[in-house]
């Protein structure tokens, strides 16, 4: 999977034992990002809705939640990656943008990139393989990527990883279906039906996913677009459609009641950690319709990439080095008895 700010990597062992017990048969994650926590869901055999804005999100989202393997010819599959890893390198946008103007690729791995990507929709829009293809090709292209693990600078010198040779991966497709929303939290929140267990993992700073993945939004939207500033960002950045209203922290508090106060959902679980702008009073307050609400804490080492900053083109660092530890928390609320049994499923 791709490295991904805010993923759920090392609370998904937690998530995956309060949702088991929990038996939910149907489940919401509505800031899906890499879809980790989704998969987690659609593993324990419930049907799944995952949500985010960002179009590397939905294609992951239709690859791992929405397709469903018991249903297809997983040796069309492999036969199409075997296809596109031999595919020759040819200097394109990607190449020019993002491996010779800005050293987030190395040009060899650019170039094949262009290429592939090319490929995919030429020979693949349309067909079942699309969304799986890209999905490989992105996470292929994170191997061997020259940064911290966001894209608002990259490496001084090269990364190990970078002159590795890329290589697409055989995606490995869940069985059961589930659907893709790619779509803004709060406009669909009222119109989805009622679920067992609702998942929400909100951005918890000023930080927009849509800058710091803007090469993944490229990659997938393919629309070679003007960009600006050392790290080749899209010009359509700095559009207000593409802001959060959960990255500001004027806006987020209202933003997340109004969703709480939306969704149906008979339990919630939501992640949070220390440096978001919410007290456990106004958590605990926003759950407050339901019967029991619990937060419960763990201590996790921090993301690498805020440890050892960024370097932007001139080889300067950007951004400090941050604390190293990092408490994330989970707000259960359901049904007392709810609760218990999930709590009971920690133990
Ligand atoms: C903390 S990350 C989620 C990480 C995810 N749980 C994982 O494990 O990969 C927050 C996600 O919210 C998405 N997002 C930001 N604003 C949103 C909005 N208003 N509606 C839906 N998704 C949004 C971002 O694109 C990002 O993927």
Same mark, same amino acid.
């Given at each position: 999977?791709?490295?991904?700010?805010?993923?759920?990597?090392a609370? !998904?062992? @937690?998530?995956? &034992?309060?949702f *088991?017990a929990?038996?939910?048969q149907s489940?919401?994650? /509505?800031?899906? $990002?890499?879809?980790?926590?989704?998969m987690?869901?659609?593993?324990?055999?419930?049907h799944v809705t995952?949500v985010?804005?960002?179009s590397?999100?939905e294609?992951?989202?239709?690859?791992?939640?929405?397709?469903?393997?018991?249903t297809r010819?997983l040796?069309?599959?492999?036969s199409?990656?075997e296809n596109?890893?031999?595919?020759?390198?040819?200097k394109g946008?990607?190449t020019t943008?993002f491996c010779?103007?800005a050293?987030?690729?190395?040009p060899?791995?650019g170039?094949?990139?262009d290429?592939?990507?090319?490929?995919?929709e030429?020979?693949?829009?349309?067909?079942?393989?699309y969304f799986?293809?890209?999905a490989?090709?992105?996470i292929a292209a994170?191997?061997v990527d020259?940064?911290t693990?966001?894209?608002?600078?990259? !490496?001084k @010198?090269?990364s &190990?990883?970078? *002159?590795?040779?890329?290589?697409?991966k055989?995606p490995e /497709?869940?069985? $059961?279906?589930?659907?893709s929303?790619?779509?803004?939290a709060n406009?669909?929140a009222?119109?989805l039906?009622?679920?067992d267990?609702a998942?929400?993992?909100?951005?918890?700073n000023?930080?927009?996913?849509?800058?710091?993945y803007?090469i993944?939004?490229?990659?997938?939207?393919?629309?070679?677009?003007?960009?600006?500033g050392v790290a080749n960002?899209?010009?359509d950045?700095?559009d207000p459609?593409?802001?959060?209203?959960?990255?500001?922290k004027?806006?987020?508090?209202?933003?997340l009641e109004?969703?709480?106060s939306?969704l149906?959902a008979k339990?919630?679980v939501l992640?949070y950690?220390n440096?978001?702008?919410l007290s456990r009073?106004?958590?605990?307050?926003?759950?407050?319709r339901y019967e029991?609400?619990?937060i419960?804490d763990?201590?996790?080492?921090r993301y690498?990439?805020s440890q050892?900053g960024?370097?932007?083109?001139?080889?300067?660092?950007? $951004?400090?080095?941050g604390?190293?530890?990092?408490l994330?928390h989970?707000?259960?609320?359901?049904s007392?008895?709810s609760?218990e049994?999930?709590?009971?499923?920690?133990?």
């Amino acid at each position: 999977m791709i490295k991904y700010l805010g993923s759920k990597r090392a609370l !998904l062992p @937690t998530l995956e &034992r309060i949702f *088991a017990a929990s038996g939910a048969q149907s489940g919401l994650d /509505l800031f899906t $990002g890499t879809t980790r926590v989704a998969m987690t869901m659609k593993q324990l055999g419930m049907h799944v809705t995952a949500v985010d804005t960002a179009s590397y999100s939905e294609v992951l989202a239709k690859t791992y939640i929405e397709l469903d393997a018991s249903t297809r010819d997983l040796t069309e599959l492999s036969s199409a990656i075997e296809n596109l890893n031999a595919v020759p390198g040819r200097k394109g946008y990607f190449t020019t943008t993002f491996c010779e103007q800005a050293r987030f690729f190395h040009p060899k791995n650019g170039q094949r990139v262009d290429a592939i990507r090319e490929a995919i929709e030429i020979d693949y829009k349309g067909s079942w393989l699309y969304f799986p293809l890209l999905a490989s090709l992105l996470i292929a292209a994170d191997k061997v990527d020259s940064t911290t693990g966001v894209q608002m600078a990259y !490496l001084k @010198t090269w990364s &190990r990883r970078s *002159a590795l040779e890329l290589e697409l991966k055989i995606p490995e /497709l869940l069985p $059961g279906d589930g659907l893709s929303l790619r779509a803004e939290a709060n406009e669909v929140a009222g119109n989805l039906p009622e679920v067992d267990i609702a998942y929400l993992d909100p951005p918890y700073n000023q930080h927009r996913y849509f800058g710091n993945y803007h090469i993944w939004e490229t990659l997938v939207r393919w629309d070679s677009p003007e960009y600006y500033g050392v790290a080749n960002k899209r010009i359509d950045n700095r559009d207000p459609v593409n802001k959060s209203e959960f990255n500001s922290k004027l806006t987020m508090p209202k933003a997340l009641e109004k969703l709480i106060s939306r969704l149906r959902a008979k339990t919630l679980v939501l992640s949070y950690n220390n440096e978001s702008w919410l007290s456990r009073k106004e958590l605990t307050d926003m759950c407050s319709r339901y019967e029991r609400v619990e937060i419960l804490d763990f201590d996790f080492k921090r993301y690498v990439g805020s440890q050892i900053g960024g370097y932007n083109q001139s080889g300067e660092l950007v $951004g400090r080095p941050g604390a190293k530890r990092n408490l994330e928390h989970i707000v259960l609320a359901g049904s007392g008895p709810s609760i218990e049994i999930m709590l009971a499923g920690l133990k």
